[in-house]
């Protein structure tokens, strides 16, 4: 072999041997454990590319080189598919690792709770505070369409979009439920049992009460008396708003408005709060009693009656109760 024969073998020999050994250490980097020294939570701006993807994971201290990252994208061909969002990071994850998580889109999932009862008002307030949501609502939704429940969603999802998630599935709920309510309920249409509904939400939190409670008002409806609920009385003075913050009066009970039900007869013209599964579900399959009247029995729970002067006589147990209980430890009843 001449000697040009040779330094061409030696140069291509050369050549080879870098370049695995370059291959070797690209690909220690790509596997070996990362500096992130615990988990870190990262998001993933949409629209961000990238050289932009590798800046934000190098300044959170989740990946060593962003050059190292770019490369090992776009050689494995992961750099198509990574996926915007928020991201829990491990601690000590590899590239290899950052690369399959975001490729898979396996992003934070979060928790939004509406507790049962609140207002449409209430509901949108907590929305507001949910810092991971975006943009606004721009048509408050309509009292009672939001089914309380706990919903998923991810990091920069909007908070227009998870209030139709509500509302679908206060509508499927309400419509299930309707389908297979009693026979000779005396409403008409799923909305007023919407509306009843809410109103038993509001009555009680106690769940083994609220077909009990129910079967009161639909005792009423059917005698043609007055629903007399306080919770009523009390979304006409908030608006909707929500709590009143102190107890009612016999004045308020004299409120002018189509929601107090000591003034108007029937149903209020619509739900004042949103109600849970669990009343919708009362309502439509209420306890079948006598009772007329209840009123809170100072335990959380309520006492109810049949005739009026029994719920007197409980009225007035309920007052010396309240006269006697310790202050500051104030609870609201409803007659």
Do not use: C
């Not at 107090?260 to 149903?267: E, H, I, P, R």
């Amino acid at each position: 072999m001449g000697w040009g024969l040779r330094i061409v073998a030696g140069t291509l020999a050369l050549a080879v041997g870098s370049a695995v050994g370059i291959g070797y250490w690209g690909f220690e980097r790509y596997t070996a454990s990362g500096p992130l020294e615990q988990p870190e939570a990262v998001v993933v701006p949409r629209g961000s590319g990238l050289e932009a993807i590798a800046i934000t994971l190098g300044d959170a201290g989740v990946i060593g080189s962003p050059l190292v990252f770019v490369a090992a994208a776009k050689l494995t061909g992961s750099f198509r598919d990574l996926k915007a969002g928020e991201y829990q990071f491990p601690a000590g994850i590899s590239i290899e690792g950052v690369l399959e998580q975001m490729r898979q889109g396996r992003t934070v999932v979060r928790r939004f709770t509406v507790p049962e009862g609140l207002t449409a008002a209430q509901v949108v307030a907590l929305l507001a505070h949910e810092t991971a949501l975006t943009g606004d609502i721009a048509k408050p939704p309509k009292e009672g369409s939001l089914l309380p429940e706990t919903y998923h969603y991810s990091y920069g999802d909007s908070r227009a979009a998870l209030v139709e998630r509500m509302q679908a599935a206060m509508s499927k709920t309400l419509s299930e439920a309707w389908a297979e309510r009693d026979a000779n309920l005396p409403l008409e249409t799923p909305q007023q049992a919407l509306t009843l509904a809410s109103i038993v939400e509001k009555e009680t939190g106690i769940a083994t009460e609220r077909p009990k409670v129910a079967g009161v008002f639909v005792n009423r409806l059917e005698a043609g008396m007055k629903l007399q609920s306080d919770p009523t009385v009390i979304y006409a003075l908030t608006d909707g708003g929500g709590e009143l913050g102190r107890a009612l009066t016999r004045n308020d009970w004299k409120t002018d408005s189509p929601y107090n039900t000591y003034q108007v007869n029937g149903l209020p013209p619509g739900p004042i709060a949103n109600p849970g599964k669990a009343s919708i579900q009362a309502v439509m399959k209420p306890e079948r009693h006598d009772f007329l009247y209840f009123v809170a029995d100072g335990t959380g729970g309520h006492v109810f009656a049949k005739s009026l002067s029994d719920h007197n006589r409980n009225v007035a147990k309920w007052r010396e109760f309240q006269q006697n209980r310790q202050p500051d430890h104030g609870e609201s009843s409803s007659e």
